[in-house]
C-alpha cells in the first residue's frame, strides 16, 4: 500500500505531492535500473501485459516488454540526454500480440521512468494543430480578447466541459479572467479564490512540468511496488503523466461537482503567472497525442503572453509620459489650472486608473468621485504630511497607517500620493475602493454538495469567502508601472512649480 501522509486543511502545503507513491489507473508504470532491470512496476501491470509484478520485479526488462520496443524506447531515451523533460512515443507495439500504446519516457534519479497507456485510435497532428491553435491567436486584438481565444483554442483540442483562465495576482491568489463553456453550465467569470487553493509546492511543481490530468475524479489510485527502492527511497514523480494527486484536491474537485480536471501552467517571465483550469463534469481523458499538443499550446502561449505584456507595459509608460507632457505644457500657460481639480483629476486620473482623486492645493481642497469626505480627506494629508517625505506614496490600505480610513475603505480602501511641493505640502491623492466592491460572484456554480472528511471549506463558495476575508479592506494594488508613471508627473510638477516661481519672482522684481 502507498504510504499515507496525513493531510488536511492545515498542512496541505507540506504534502510531498511529487512522492505520493500513487498513479492513475489509466495506465501502467515500469522504472528501472540504468542497467535495464525492472526496479519497480505499478500494482496494475497484469490488467495490461497479464504479468503480475512479481512476475517481473528485479527481472531484465526483455523479461516484459518486446525487443523492438526497447530498441526504441533506448533509442529515444538518447535523444532526453537527461534532460528534465519527457519523451513520447506514440502507437508503440510494447507486448507481442497486444495492442500498441502511447508511451512517455523520463528520468527519475537513477531510475527511467516508462509510462504506458493504450494508444489512441485516430492519432492527430499535433504540430499542424498546435500551429493552426497560434495562428488564431496572432489574428487577435487586445489582451481580454486573446485570453479569451486562448480558452476558446484549449477547449477545442481538449474538449473539456469548462476552460478557464486563472490568473494569478501579487499575492498568489488568483482570479478567473477569462472562460470558454459548454453552453448551459453557470460561468465562473470573474470569481476569486486564496492562493491556499493551488498550495506552494503544487505551484513550485507546474513551473517544473507544466501538465496535469486527473482523468476521472472517482478512480482509486493504484500504488507503486516496492514504494521505496533498496537505498529506501521512493520514486520522485514529478514528471510523472500517470502521477495520482492529493486527496484533499480530489475532495476539492469532487465538492465542486467536476469528474475531470486538467490544467497546463501560464509560465511568464519564470514565474507562474497562471493555468489554464480545465473542468470535465464526466470523466475524461484525452489522448497522449491531444495532451502533448495543449501542453506545447500552452507554452507558444505563455511566449505570446509574454511579448503582449511587455508591449502593453511599454504602451502604458508611453502614455503616462504623454499624459505628463500635455499637463505640464498646459500648466505652464495657465497655472491657474492648478486651482481647477476636476481638470487635474481628469488629466491624472488618465494616466492612472482611480476611483476617485483629492487634490489639496494652496490650502485648498477638492474631491472628485469616489473618496472620503472633507475630514477624513484633512486625516490623510496630514498622515501624509508625516509619511511621503517628498516621494510617491501608495498602499493598498490607508486603515494600516490610519485606523479611522477603516470607515471610507469601501469607498476609497487604498491610495496613491503625489506630492507636487514640499512646502507647504501640496497633494494629488488617487484612491481606489475595496476590492470586493468590484467583485461578482458569477452565478451559482456550487450546488449543494454532500461534504466530504474536510468539511465544507473544500468548495469554490467558501473559497471566495477565504479570499474574501484575505482582502477586506484592500484596494487593486498600485503596479510598479503606475508608480513610476506618478512619479515621473512628480518629477515634472516640481520643475514647472519652480519655473513658475521663477518667473514670478522675475516680474515682482
Ligand atoms: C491543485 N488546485 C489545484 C489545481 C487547481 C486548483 C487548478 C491544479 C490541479 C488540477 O489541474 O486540477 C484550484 N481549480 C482550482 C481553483 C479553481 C479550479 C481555484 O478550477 C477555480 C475555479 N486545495 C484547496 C485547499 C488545499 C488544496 C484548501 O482548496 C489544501 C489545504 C490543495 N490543490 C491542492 C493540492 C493541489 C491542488 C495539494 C495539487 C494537486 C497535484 O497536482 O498533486
Known amino acids: 500500500q502507498a504510504e499515507a501522509f496525513a493531510v488536511d486543511l492545515s498542512n ?7 512522492i505520493l507513491g500513487i498513479i492513475q489507473p489509466f495506465g501502467f508504470l515500469v522504472a528501472i535500473t540504468p542497467d535495464w532491470m525492472v526496479a519497480r512496476v505499478s500494482e496494475n ?25 526497447i530498441h526504441t524506447i533506448r533509442n529515444r531515451l538518447t535523444t532526453l540526454r537527461g534532460a528534465d523533460a519527457v519523451e513520447r512515443i506514440f502507437a508503440l507495439p510494447l507486448l507481442a500480440g497486444k495492442p500498441p500504446f502511447d508511451v512517455a519516457l523520463h528520468f527519475a534519479g537513477r531510475e527511467i521512468v516508462i509510462e504506458a497507456e493504450p494508444a489512441a485510435l485516430e492519432p492527430i497532428e499535433a504540430t499542424s494543430v498546435v500551429r493552426s491553435m497560434i495562428g488564431r491567436l496572432q489574428q487577435v486584438e487586445g489582451l481580454p480578447a486573446f485570453l479569451r481565444e486562448g480558452a476558446r483554442q484549449v477547449r477545442a483540442i481538449t474538449g473539456f466541459d469548462r ?130 499538443a495543449a501542453e506545447l499550446f500552452g507554452q507558444m502561449f505563455s511566449l505570446m503572453l509574454d511579448a503582449r505584456e511587455n508591449a502593453q507595459a511599454r504602451e502604458y509608460e508611453a502614455r503616462g509620459r504623454a499624459v505628463t507632457d500635455r499637463l505640464l505644457a498646459t500648466v505652464a500657460q495657465d497655472n491657474d489650472l492648478l486651482d ?46 508625516r509619511v511621503s517625505s517628498g516621494q510617491v506614496f501608495a498602499t493598498e490600505t490607508i486603515a494600516k497607517m490610519l ?59 467558501k473559497s471566495f469567502e477565504a479570499w474574501a476575508q484575505l482582502v477586506k479592506g484592500t484596494c487593486q494594488p498600485f503596479t510598479p508601472a503606475e508608480r513610476r508613471v506618478a512619479e515621473a508627473l512628480r518629477v515634472g510638477m516640481l520643475e514647472v512649480l519652480v519655473r513658475l516661481a521663477e518667473t514670478a519672482g522675475v516680474e515682482r522684481a
Open 403 to 461: 485606523p479611522a480610513a477603516a470607515d471610507h475603505a469601501d469607498v476609497a480602501a487604498g491610495m496613491l500620493a503625489i506630492p507636487l511641493s514640499r512646502e507647504p505640502r501640496d497633494y494629488i491623492v488617487l484612491f481606489r475602493a475595496e476590492r470586493l466592491r468590484e467583485v461578482r460572484w458569477g452565478g451559482k456554480p456550487e450546488k449543494e454538495m454532500v461534504h466530504g472528511p474536510n468539511g465544507p471549506r473544500l468548495t469554490p463558495r
Open 45 to 69: 501491470i497484469d490488467q495490461f501485459t497479464g504479468m503480475a509484478a512479481h512476475d517481473v520485479l528485479g527481472q531484465p526488462l526483455t523479461h516484459l516488454l518486446d525487443r523492438e520496443a
Open 12 to 18: 496541505c502545503d507540506r504534502e510531498p505531492i511529487h
Open 163 to 292: 476552460v478557464m483562465v486563472y490568473r494569478f495576482d501579487a499575492q498568489e491568489s488568483g482570479e478567473v479572467v477569462a472562460e470558454s463553456a459548454r453552453h448551459g453550465i453557470d460561468s465562473f467569470l470573474g470569481l476569486h479564490y486564496p492562493a491556499s487553493d493551488i498550495p506552494a509546492q503544487a505551484r513550485q511543481l507546474y513551473l517544473r512540468n507544466t501538465f496535469r490530468v486527473i482523468a476521472d475524479v472517482g478512480s482509486t489510485p493504484v500504488p507503486l511496488l516496492p514504494q521505496r527502492d533498496p537505498d529506501g527511497l521512493l520514486l520522485d514523480q514529478s514528471l510523472s503523466v500517470l502521477r495520482a494527486v492529493s486527496p484533499i484536491h480530489i475532495e476539492y474537485l469532487h465538492n465542486m461537482g467536476v469528474c475531470a480536471s486538467l490544467s497546463i501552467s501560464i509560465v511568464v517571465g519564470g514565474k507562474l503567472w497562471g493555468l489554464f483550469a480545465c473542468h470535465h463534469y464526466s470523466p475524461r481523458l484525452p489522448s497522449m497525442a491531444a495532451r502533448s
Open 340 to 385: 481647477n481639480p476636476q481638470w487635474l483629476a481628469d488629466v491624472i486620473g488618465d494616466a492612472i486608473p482611480a476611483d476617485g482623486i483629492g487634490v489639496h492645493v494652496r490650502g485648498q481642497t477638492s474631491l472628485v468621485g469616489l473618496t472620503p469626505n472633507d475630514d477624513q480627506f484633512d486625516s490623510i494629508v496630514r498622515l501624509l504630511n
